[in-house]
């Protein structure tokens, strides 16, 4: 099976999950994109969806999905998204696609967190994926002295301005070890919206997507 068939079958896998009549907060990327799919098939059956980008709101539409304001809600069943990396604890690395931030948000708001993978994703240590953080333009060449003091190499994502209007530092060289002190650390920079590392609040259960077929964890 392709990468690609792998993220689908995961993205379908999470349909068993989403319960009729409620509003689904909804993820940014490949995987996620495979799952917007999936939800248009039960369309009728849900109220509708909240988006964590402008891209996925756009699809969302597009497949006759309603889109709720994070704002008009008060709680969220399910969050599902996709994930740069997952360790064995359930926590991630998000912001591939630059939407940590609104992926944080939603995350927090929903009762449960489905994370939806191809088995590449897991990894025994979190950082082999340079880890993003979503920087205020005039902080970034603070930000990425203080991200060097802390062990990592920043690397500004050029050309990429997020859905919120900030940039992203991409860190490399991190194997962390403690990703929730991390998580904290980087969080408290000043002029750092958000971090990509998903520990504090990681997932509650995980579909892997493999050859041998979707396993699930949690
Ligand atoms: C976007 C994300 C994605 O979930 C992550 O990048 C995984 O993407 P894909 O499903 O395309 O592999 O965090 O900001």
């Given at each position: 099976?392709?990468?690609?068939?792998?993220?689908?079958?995961?993205?379908w896998?999470a349909?068993?999950?989403?319960?009729?009549?409620?509003?689904?907060?909804?993820?940014?990327?490949?995987?996620?994109?495979?799952?917007?799919?999936?939800?248009s098939?039960?369309?009728?059956?849900?109220?509708?969806?909240?988006?964590?980008?402008?891209?996925?709101?756009?699809?969302?539409?597009s497949?006759?999905?309603?889109l709720?304001?994070?704002?008009e809600?008060?709680?969220?069943?399910?969050?599902?998204?996709?994930?740069?990396?997952?360790?064995?604890?359930?926590?991630m690395?998000?912001?591939?696609?630059?939407?940590?931030?609104?992926?944080?948000?939603?995350?927090?708001?929903a009762?449960?967190?489905?994370?939806?993978?191809?088995?590449s994703?897991?990894?025994?240590?979190?950082?082999?994926f340079?880890?993003?953080?979503?920087?205020?333009?005039?902080?970034?060449?603070?930000?990425?002295?203080?991200?060097?003091?802390?062990?990592?190499?920043?690397?500004?994502?050029?050309?990429?301005v997020?859905?919120?209007?900030?940039?992203?530092?991409?860190?490399?060289?991190?194997?962390?070890?403690?990703?929730?002190?991390?998580?904290?650390?980087?969080n408290?920079?000043?002029?750092?919206?958000?971090?990509?590392?998903?520990?504090?609040?990681?997932?509650?259960?995980?579909?892997?997507?493999?050859?041998?077929?979707?396993?699930?964890?949690?």
């Amino acid at each position: 099976m392709t990468q690609d068939e792998l993220k689908k079958a995961v993205g379908w896998a999470a349909l068993k999950y989403v319960r009729p009549g409620t509003i689904v907060g909804v993820g940014t990327g490949s995987t996620a994109a495979h799952f917007i799919d999936a939800l248009s098939s039960v369309r009728h059956q849900i109220d509708g969806a909240v988006s964590s980008s402008e891209a996925s709101a756009a699809k969302l539409q597009s497949l006759g999905i309603t889109l709720f304001d994070l704002n008009e809600v008060d709680s969220l069943d399910i969050y599902v998204d996709g994930a740069d990396e997952i360790n064995g604890s359930m926590q991630m690395i998000k912001g591939g696609g630059a939407a940590l931030t609104r992926e944080k948000i939603i995350a927090a708001v929903a009762r449960k967190f489905i994370c939806i993978a191809d088995a590449s994703k897991l990894v025994d240590v979190l950082g082999t994926f340079p880890l993003p953080v979503e920087v205020i333009p005039m902080a970034r060449a603070w930000v990425a002295r203080e991200l060097v003091r802390l062990g990592g190499a920043p690397v500004y994502r050029q050309g990429v301005v997020t859905d919120n209007g900030n940039i992203i530092l991409d860190v490399h060289n991190l194997a962390i070890m403690d990703a929730v002190a991390l998580e904290e650390q980087i969080n408290n920079i000043p002029g750092v919206v958000t971090v990509g590392l998903f520990a504090r609040r990681g997932a509650d259960v995980v579909l892997i997507g493999s050859e041998q077929g979707v396993k699930i964890i949690g």
